[in-house]
């Protein structure tokens, strides 16, 4: 196991609401990654944080957004759901200056209806 | 944007036999990545390659970096029903992020 929690396991919701995803991140790690997994698909970063601050982002829209908070967990915020945002939702940490190792959480399995 | 191509997407393949996924990316990479995700499950962390030509081994695995650090490939010796899953190289992308591959899903049959 990597250390890496996320919750909720599952969630569904219904197009148009909005979400919270959370993650801690393993001990020691300051940053964090987020992605998105859709069915049959390889991981797509949506954005990274380091100390607090969005350090990268991928080609998602403003709706997604995140937190980082000082003990370095983190949220993903996604407003306005749409059907394609069904997908598992992973987050990874790691140490910056340890490489990009990413260690990955068991995700959150999204349903929008 | 920089892709990562890999091959085949799909293997099936009988206990014992072997198995190997390519990566092929269009531009030079600084490293690459090899993860594993087991059905259900999440990406777990493999090996890293680094210098040009590199060969790793783990136990049945064996990892090898392209002279050109623009390929990559997995080879399993003598494949078991634990190695079932999706197989995915990842490789840095402009912003120092990973950009994952399109995976190889290996299933074994006993």
């Known amino acids: 196991e990597t250390g890496v929690t996320q919750s909720p396991t599952h969630l569904i919701k219904t197009r148009g609401q909005q979400v919270t995803l959370r993650c801690s991140s393993q001990?020691?790690?300051?940053?964090v990654s987020w992605y998105q997994q859709a069915l049959g698909q390889g991981p797509q970063f949506i954005f990274q944080?380091?100390?607090?601050?969005?350090?990268g982002r991928g080609n998602f829209p403003p709706r997604f957004s995140g937190l980082q908070f000082p003990n370095y967990s983190s949220e993903l915020n996604v407003n306005a759901l749409e059907l394609d945002d069904s997908a598992l939702y992973l987050c990874?940490?790691?140490?910056?200056?340890?490489?990009?190792?990413?260690?990955f959480g068991p995700g959150t399995r999204l349903t929008v209806l | 944007g920089q892709q990562v191509m890999q091959i085949p997407q799909y293997q099936h393949v009988q206990e014992g036999e072997d198995f190997t996924t390519y990566c092929n990316s269009s531009t030079t990479l600084s490293n690459i990545q090899w993860y594993k995700q087991r059905p259900g499950g999440h990406p777990v962390f493999l090996i890293q390659l680094v210098k040009s030509g590199e060969v790793k081994k783990q136990k049945r695995l064996t990892f090898q970096f392209g002279e050109a650090k623009k390929n990559s490939s997995l080879h399993i010796t003598a494949t078991q029903t634990t190695d079932v899953g999706t197989y995915f190289c990842?490789?840095?992308?402009?912003?120092?992020?990973?950009?994952f591959g399109t995976g190889t899903r290996l299933q074994v049959f006993p």
């Open positions: 001990s020691g790690h300051n940053t």
């Open positions: 990842a490789v840095e992308g402009d912003t120092d992020k990973l950009i």
């Open positions: 990874a940490s790691s140490l910056v200056g340890q490489g990009d190792t990413q260690y």
């Open positions: 944080y380091y100390r607090e601050e969005e350090n």
